[in-house]
C-alpha cells in the first residue's frame, strides 16, 4: 500500500509518463487490475434467473471471489475465455471461488440453453438484461469481466478480451487476500507493490 | 489492457458512431421499371461487422430491410465479403470492414401512383473490434423517392 501511495504523490513527468506507458507490457501492471481495498465499491445486486430457473442473487456469494462476466453467444472475443472460466470454476472452486456468467443475448435461453451445452459450460449463468447493465455501469461492449472479492466488493474490471493468465493473476491475488470489512489495508498487498 | 487498468467509465464504449448508412439525397423512379439504389455504409477503422452470411450460426449478420412500399423489393445486393482471421477467431470470419455499398433493386409497380414518396430501409449489424464486441444494433436510412410517369 505505502508503494502505491508513493507512486501516486510522485509528479508527473514525462519520465514518469514515460516509465507508466513502458510498464504497461509489465506483469506488474498487469496485476494492478485488482484494486487496493478502500478503493473497492459494493457489487450491485441483482436476482436472475439462471438455466434451472433458479434466482441468482449477487448476495448469494458472499464470502466468495466471484467473476462475474458479461457475454453473448454472439461475441467472438467471449468465446475465447469460455474455457478459461470453465477452468477457473473448476481449479478454484473449493478455495471459495465462482464464475457467473451474464448473458446479454436478447433471445435469452433460447439460444443460450444450448450453447452452454455444446461448450459444456461448468458455471453458473444468468440472462441478463438492460438494468442489469445499467447497474454495472452501462455494460455496453463485450466481454465485460467484473472481479467480486469476498465482501462483494468490486475489486477489479476488465473491458474486452485480456489474457487468461492476466485473470488468475487477479484471482488468485483475490483468493490469497484477507479481506477487512472496514476496508482497512488487507492482509496481502497488490501485486503491482510487490513487482513495482 | 490500459482500458481495464484504468477502468474508464464504460459508457464511453458506445457503439454510437461505429457505422453510418447513407442513402442517395433523392431518386427518380420511372413507373414500370426497376431501379437501383445504393446504401453507402462506413465503418469507423478498427472495427468489422459480421457479412450478411457469417459462418457460424451464432454470429448475426449485416441485414437490409426495405418497407419500401409502393416500390417492391426486388433484391439486396451484399458486397462480396472479406475473410478476415481474429485473435478470437481460430478461422477467418467473413465480415465487412472499412466503407462499402449495399445495392437494392427496387420495382416500381406500373400502377404506383406519381409524386414524392420516402421509403426506409432498417440496417442491423452487429460490430467488434479484435478486443471486444458491440451489442447488435439497427439504424435506418431515409430514401426519398420521386415516382414519375
Known sequence: ?196 | MLVSLLALPLGLFAQGNILTAVAPPRVTAQKNSVVTVKVAVQLRNGYHVNSNSPEDDYLIPLKLSWTSDPLLTEAVVYPAPKKEKYAFSQKPLSVFTGDFEIATRFKVPPAATPGLRVITAKLRYQACTHQECFPPKTVEVKLPVDIVN
Open chain 1, 1 to 196: 500500500m505505502k508503494a502505491i501511495s508513493r507512486r501516486r504523490s510522485l509528479p508527473l513527468t514525462l519520465g514518469s509518463m514515460a516509465a507508466l506507458l513502458a510498464a504497461c507490457n509489465s506483469r506488474s501492471v498487469k496485476a494492478a487490475a485488482v484494486k487496493p481495498e478502500k478503493e473497492r465499491k459494493n457489487a450491485p445486486e441483482f436476482s436472475l434467473k439462471d438455466s434451472q430457473g433458479r434466482a441468482a442473487k449477487m448476495s448469494d456469494y458472499k464470502g466468495k471471489v466471484v467473476l462475474l462476466n458479461f457475454w453473448a453467444t454472439w461475441c467472438g472475443p467471449c468465446k475465447i475465455e469460455i474455457p478459461w472460466f470453465i477452468d477457473f470454476e473448476q481449479r478454484f472452486k473449493d478455495r471459495g471461488f465462482a464464475v457467473l456468467g451474464v448473458s446479454m443475448d436478447e433471445d435469452g435461453w433460447e439460444v443460450v440453453k444450448p450453447y452452454l451445452e455444446s461448450k459444456k459450460i461448468n458455471y453458473r449463468v444468468v440472462i441478463g438484461n438492460d438494468q442489469t447493465a445499467d447497474l454495472y455501469g452501462g455494460v455496453s461492449s463485450l466481454p465485460t469481466t467484473f472481479l467480486v472479492d469476498r465482501l462483494g466488493r468490486i475489486a477489479g474490471v476488465h473491458v474486452g478480451l485480456v489474457s487468461k493468465s492476466v485473470y488468475q493473476d487477479d484471482i488468485e491475488q483475490l483468493l490469497d487476500q484477507k479481506t477487512s470489512r472496514a476496508g482497512e489495508p488487507a492482509g496481502t498487498a497488490p501485486r503491482a507493490v510487490r513487482a513495482g
